[in-house]
């Protein structure tokens, strides 16, 4: 594990305030980077065959539109979601497939540059030396900083996925419990939330 802590201060109205950022950069390497290729290739053919599914689905519903009612529109927006869910999703494994098989050579790169690099150098200046010291933590910084993204947009797609579980629940009644119920109580739900949000924004104003 690569990190990097940050420390910054600040004189505030004859004070000083610190602050800190710790960056992290994890590399995959061995037996782990294998299992993590597997199950990544595992999950890009199942995206890939449930967006096949959904455009045999799209065409079979567009041959149908003039026949089509209501319901048939609603397929094709529920469809044209789960299309750009599954395609964003493509995206981001890909992306990270590559960011982490990388990893691993990025590490010994980076790690290697910092041991190797030569301080005690005489025909080299020591601004020349702290500049080129400087680009290669900043070089690090990016991968730690695509790396945090990876995982911010990672974190969105678990997420949205996880909903759409839950929202394809509804296919059955006896397991569109979630579903059900939110619906039953979404109106109870909504008010009492207003009243929370107005009784503990009331507290923190005259806190």
């Given at each position: 594990?690569t990190?990097?802590?940050?420390?910054t201060?600040a004189?505030?109205d004859?004070?000083?305030?610190?602050?800190?950022?710790?960056q992290?950069?994890i590399p995959?390497?061995?037996?782990?980077l294998?299992d993590?290729?597997?199950?990544?290739y595992?999950?890009?053919c199942?995206?890939l065959?449930?967006?096949?599914?959904n455009?045999?689905?799209?065409r079979?519903?567009?041959k149908?539109?003039?026949?089509?009612?209501m319901?048939?529109s609603y397929d094709?927006?529920i469809?044209?979601?789960?299309c750009?869910?599954?395609?964003t999703?493509?995206?981001?494994?890909g992306?990270?497939s590559?960011f982490?098989?990388?990893s691993?050579?990025?590490t010994e790169?980076y790690?290697?540059n910092?041991?190797?690099?030569?301080?005690?150098?005489?025909?080299?200046?020591?601004?020349?030396?702290?500049?080129n010291?400087?680009k290669m933590m900043?070089?690090?910084?990016?991968?730690?900083?695509d790396?945090?993204?990876?995982?911010?947009i990672?974190?969105?797609?678990?997420m949205v996925i996880?909903?759409r579980?839950?929202?394809?629940?509804?296919a059955?009644?006896r397991?569109?419990?979630i579903t059900s119920?939110f619906?039953?109580a979404?109106?109870?739900?909504?008010?009492?939330?207003?009243?929370f949000?107005l009784v503990?924004?009331g507290?923190a104003?005259?806190g």
């Amino acid at each position: 594990i690569t990190s990097r802590l940050t420390v910054t201060f600040a004189a505030i109205d004859s004070s000083v305030q610190g602050d800190f950022d710790i960056q992290h950069f994890i590399p995959l390497m061995g037996d782990d980077l294998a299992d993590f290729q597997v199950i990544q290739y595992l999950i890009i053919c199942v995206q890939l065959l449930l967006f096949v599914d959904n455009l045999k689905l799209f065409r079979d519903i567009w041959k149908s539109w003039g026949y089509a009612n209501m319901k048939v529109s609603y397929d094709i927006i529920i469809l044209a979601i789960d299309c750009t869910i599954q395609i964003t999703a493509l995206t981001f494994f890909g992306l990270a497939s590559s960011f982490t098989i990388e990893s691993g050579a990025k590490t010994e790169e980076y790690i290697g540059n910092l041991q190797r690099f030569d301080w005690s150098d005489r025909d080299t200046s020591v601004e020349t030396k702290k500049e080129n010291f400087r680009k290669m933590m900043d070089t690090l910084s990016q991968s730690m900083e695509d790396g945090r993204v990876l995982n911010t947009i990672g974190l969105a797609v678990a997420m949205v996925i996880f909903m759409r579980v839950i929202m394809a629940t509804n296919a059955h009644p006896r397991i569109a419990l979630i579903t059900s119920t939110f619906a039953v109580a979404a109106s109870d739900m909504i008010h009492f939330s207003m009243l929370f949000f107005l009784v503990l924004w009331g507290f923190a104003i005259i806190g």
